[in-house]
């Protein structure tokens, strides 16, 4: 079993920067891949970046060079670094984690955080 906590978002303007928090608790070892994923209002949740535990990274073509996804192991947490921030990357942001999957697929994560908004304005 493996808890999830974000946090890190906020309301900003177009072009500003955030750095979400991803806590993680519980029986960590067991996860093979942890990412973050976004949900807009009327749009299924999709990946926007993933973290393997010796540091590979995937991005979705929407976020690359803008987004960028790190781990502190000793500190257990997952952080995403967002710079250049625009009015479509209004969502709902949560990390996840996968004991047998590594890519940007929802399905294939079992464990998940509540979520933390980002709302950007123009």
């Known amino acids: 079993q493996v808890q999830l906590v974000e946090s890190g978002g906020g309301s900003v303007q177009a072009g500003g920067s955030l750095r979400l928090s991803c806590a993680a608790s519980?029986?960590?070892?067991?996860?093979?891949?942890i990412g973050w994923f976004r949900q807009a209002p009327g749009k299924e949740r999709e990946g926007v970046a993933r973290i393997t535990g010796d540091g590979r990274t995937t991005y979705a073509d929407s976020v690359k060079g803008r987004f960028t996804i790190s781990q502190d192991n000793a500190k257990n947490t997952l952080y995403l670094q967002i710079i250049s921030l625009k009015p479509d990357d209004t969502a709902m942001y949560y990390c996840?984690?996968?004991?047998?999957?590594?890519?940007?697929?929802?399905?294939?994560?079992?464990?998940w955080g509540q979520g933390t908004q980002v709302t950007v304005s123009s």
């Open positions: 519980g029986d960590t070892t067991s996860s093979y891949c």
């Open positions: 996840a984690a996968s004991t047998f999957y590594c890519g940007l697929a929802r399905t294939g994560y079992q464990y």
